[in-house]
């Protein structure tokens, strides 16, 4: 059973909405992940957060803005968004934020954008 | 820079057929760790194994089994006996222990396994 948690499962929204997606661990995990997955594609890393600090931005577009309010949760804030930011949202975590620790993904979250 | 090749985009099998999904990666970095994943159409990746470039020791988990060659650069995952609860896509990756790419997995294309009953 997962025990990351990501809300909402799916989500509709207008390019000129402003939303959000929320994840939550509940596994005392210090580090958590954001990616992407497009379509039959692999899964993409856009943010890093390791002890509530950003440690890794993938060059992602600033329509995209995480948050790490504490250790156990995750926030990525959406704004603006184009139709091809229609992904399936998954976040992550692990327990130190070390490279060689399993990631531990949640359900994710089915975007559409139109 | 890293790859990860998994050349197999779909595999079709009949249950209870034993099945063998090929990964095999490049890195330039002597340390690096090795992942097999499941995402079911539901949509979580569900972690399969970890190996770390260390260990080549071939790994049995029920009807899982991974066979890691560095001199070939593979990490292949066979499932014996599948089951249609199987059907899944799988993908392989990889992650450094240093460099530019540090933190940062790398996945295959995913290899899309169906199992007919």
């Known amino acids: 059973d997962t025990e990351v948690t990501q809300t909402p499962k799916h989500l509709v929204m207008g390019m000129t909405n402003k939303k959000s997606l929320k994840c939550e661990q509940h596994m005392g995990h210090r580090a958590m992940y954001w990616y992407k997955q497009k379509a039959k594609k692999p899964p993409e890393l856009m943010f890093v957060y390791s002890y509530e600090k950003l440690s890794i931005n993938e060059s992602v577009p600033s329509r995209f803005s995480p948050e790490c309010p504490n250790s156990s949760l995750l926030n990525l804030h959406l704004h603006a968004l184009q139709p091809e930011d229609s992904a399936l949202y998954l976040c992550a975590s692990s327990p130190w934020g070390e490279v060689q620790e399993t990631q531990y993904f949640g359900p994710g979250t089915r975007l559409l954008v139109l | 820079a890293q790859k990860v090749t998994q050349a197999q985009t779909e595999i079709s099998v009949v249950e209870k057929e034993d099945v063998t999904l090929d990964c095999v990666y490049e890195?330039?970095?002597?340390?690096?760790?090795l992942f097999w994943y499941k995402q079911p159409p539901s949509g979580e990746l569900v972690f399969l194994i970890r190996r770390n470039s260390f260990d080549e020791q071939n790994e049995i988990s029920g009807r899982y089994s991974w066979n890691f060659q560095k001199s070939t650069s593979s990490f292949n995952f066979t499932i014996t006996a599948s089951q249609v609860v199987d059907s899944a896509v799988y993908f392989c990756a990889l992650i450094n222990a240093g460099g530019t790419s540090y933190g940062k997995l790398t996945f295959g294309q995913g290899t899309i396994l169906t199992v007919h009953p």
């Open positions: 890195t330039r970095d002597t340390t690096y760790y």
